[in-house]
């Protein structure tokens, strides 16, 4: 008898632990979706320009905090609104040779109130910094996959592995432990002419660079980085 009241109560605490449990992963899920949703009215404080990035030191109802930007030229005073955005803990700028605590990668600012649906479907596919089509004329090499193929064809190449030959018109360093590398061969399909590809190697502006990565459609990141098409874990040749 003893036994048999011994394994019910062992199985009432193992059914409260895994109750327990399930309710904090919810909660965690709930507060992360409810962290993306917040729109931020700030007022910039101060800024740093790198060659990429402006770090800007804004507040928000009597807190301070670092996020970052692509490079734009803005002055302290300027009060603006953005939503989200990626938090980083510990992110080291080694253009600035300084590391900050926390910081959030904001991809999109306005200075028009905005509402949480109309800044979702933006980031979903409107763009909200349209990249510029460079007059690049590039030979493509042998057995090479042009941007216009990997767009046009993203349904097939989905999951598949792929060469691509381009050259890098903007750099993002250091995001979620991956360059981000965004490159053109001169081909476009229906607008689409940019291809960004994720890796850890590191480029600059103006070189021409052979990728094999994986493609990848419809890929959220969340916090707004939204990508109809990406090359990811890429690698040179």
């Known amino acids: 008898m003893r036994t048999i009241l011994s394994f019910l109560i062992a199985i009432f605490i193992l059914s409260a ?24 009215h700030v007022t910039l404080k101060e800024i740093i320009q790198t060659s990429v990035y402006s770090y800007m030191l804004v507040t928000e109802e009597n807190t301070e905090y670092w996020i970052a930007v692509n490079k734009i030229n803005l002055e302290p005073g300027f009060q603006f609104y953005f ?54 004329e590039l030979e493509i090499p042998e057995g090479s996959t042009t941007i216009e193929q990997i767009f046009r064809d993203k349904d097939i190449l989905n999951g598949k592995q792929v060469t691509v030959t381009g050259k890098v018109v903007k750099v993002n ?6 360059n981000w590398i965004h490159i053109q061969d001169g081909t476009q399909n229906e607008g689409d002419f940019d291809l960004t590809v994720t890796t850890t190697e590191m480029f600059k502006v103006g070189d021409i660079v052979t990728f094999v990565g ?24």
Not at 173 to 178: N, Q, R, V, Y
Not at 214 to 236: C, P, Q, R
């Open 83 to 136: 939503e989200g955005g990626l938090e980083m803990r510990d992110f080291e700028s080694k253009e600035l040779d300084r590391t900050f605590e926390k910081i959030l990668f904001v991809e999109t600012i306005t200075d028009v109130p905005i509402s949480s649906k109309s800044l979702t479907q933006a980031a979903h596919g409107m763009p909200k910094q349209s990249n510029t089509k460079n007059n690049i």
């Open 173 to 178: 360093e250091g995001i979620l432990k991956m």
């Open 17 to 40: 632990c895994n109750s327990n449990t399930a309710n904090e992963q919810q909660s965690s899920k709930s507060e992360q979706a409810n962290q993306e949703d917040i729109i931020h």
């Open 214 to 237: 994986t493609v990848t459609k419809d890929k959220d990141y969340g916090h707004g980085y939204f990508y109809n098409v990406i090359l990811e874990k890429a690698k040179s040749k």
